[in-house]
Nanobody, 115 residues
């Protein structure tokens, strides 16, 4: 059974940065594709980025230069670095893990960008 816990969200001023973490509990983290999504109030969940077990990355947001996804397999943790935060980035950020057989979501970590 896989369990994900996100952290690192909070209130940040425009122009600031955050690093979100997603800790994976379960077997064989390194075999899972890890992804980040976000859901703003009143909007659909949006794909941000994914990182495959071998480190290949793919980004879904237009301004992908502000986002960096990474993983540290021996820590069972995936990260999302977000720079130059803007009010439009306000959302709940979710971590997702899948390996083709099992898919799991975390509970989300809220990010609020406001002055």
């Amino acid at each position: 059974q896989v369990h994900l816990v996100e952290s690192g969200g909070g209130l940040v001023q425009p122009g600031g940065s955050l690093r979100l973490s997603c800790v994976f509990s379960g077997i064989d983290f390194s075999s899972y594709t890890m992804s980040w999504y976000r859901q703003a109030p009143g909007k659909q969940r949006e794909f941000i980025a994914k990182i495959l077990s071998g480190g290949f990355t793919n980004y879904g947001v237009p301004e992908k230069g502000r986002f960096t996804i990474s993983r540290v397999n021996f820590k069972n943790t995936a990260y999302l670095q977000i720079n130059s935060l803007a009010p439009e980035d306000t959302a709940v950020y979710y971590c997702n893990a899948h390996n083709g057989f099992v898919e799991t979501w975390g509970q989300g970590t809220p990010v609020t960008v406001s002055s």
